[in-house]
């Protein structure tokens, strides 16, 4: 009878080892997915800041250039209607100049809302966010009226305000993003609800986008932040 009733104990306690070793492996394996979604992220924005500096660099050659054959000609009495259109296009690529253009209007909302699990956007999504309108071929992107060009960072200040340009696009209550995009707009409107949309929607946030012809400001630089009402 005593060795049945020790046996009892010594079974129950081999359960509760296995359920906690299962727990602990399991536990384990979340972390360690965990870490390797954040390292690939982290790599996502290095390659995104390197490609970034190395199509800057590229422009401002390219803008040189530009600037010197349009001297050249016009010493020489002249311009050629196609350099002409060529230097704006680089301009637009720069950032120089205001542009106006058929393109699409994406709105996201990511502060805490009543019966929604909301996890804030993070910086690694708004660059996905910009890359992906970069391969649906956009001419131009803003975010919260910053225009965001090849030199352009996107970094944290303190626990939750981003900077777009060193300007502060975000509070620490929360702002709408409001991200203007200049391009085909059927592409644009395709490439950003096929790749990115739905995710954000999963976690809990706002998402809207639809066609309309926009403007989008040139760079400016520093600049105090704008209302979300103005």
């Known amino acids: 009878m005593k060795k049945r009733t020790l046996a009892i104990p010594l079974t129950l306690v081999a359960l509760v080892l296995g359920f906690l070793l299962t727990l602990q492996m399991q536990t ?8 390797k979604i954040q390292a690939q992220r982290a790599a996502s924005a290095r390659d995104f800041l390197a490609e970034a500096q190395e199509e800057n ?39 120089t100049v205001n542009v106006q253009g ?27 966010i910009i890359n992906t309108l970069k391969f649906a071929g956009a001419e131009a992107i803003s975010v919260n009226g910053q225009r965001v060009v090849a030199s352009s960072a996107i970094v944290l200040s303190g626990t939750s305000t981003k900077l777009i340009n060193q300007v502060p696009i975000t509070r620490t209550e929360g702002v709408p993003y409001e991200i203007l995009a200049i391009g085909n707009q059927d592409q644009l409107l ?37 209302s979300p009402e103005s």
């Open 28 to 35: 384990q394996k979340s972390v360690l997915e965990l870490e």
């Open 102 to 128: 058929p393109g699409i209007v994406i709105t996201i909302d990511d502060r805490q809302q009543e019966h929604k699990v909301v996890l804030p956007m993070s910086n690694e999504d708004l660059l996905e």
């Open 190 to 226: 395709d490439y950003f609800t096929q790749l990115k949309a739905q995710r954000l929607k999963q976690l809990g946030m706002s998402v809207s986008v639809s066609r309309k012809t926009v403007q989008i400001p040139s760079y400016k630089g520093v600049s105090p932040v704008k």
């Open 57 to 95: 660099k590229l422009l401002q050659e390219q803008h040189a250039a530009l600037t010197a054959q349009l001297e050249e000609a016009r010493t020489q009495g002249g311009t050629s209607p196609a350099l002409l259109a060529e230097l704006d296009r680089y301009r637009m690529m720069e950032g």
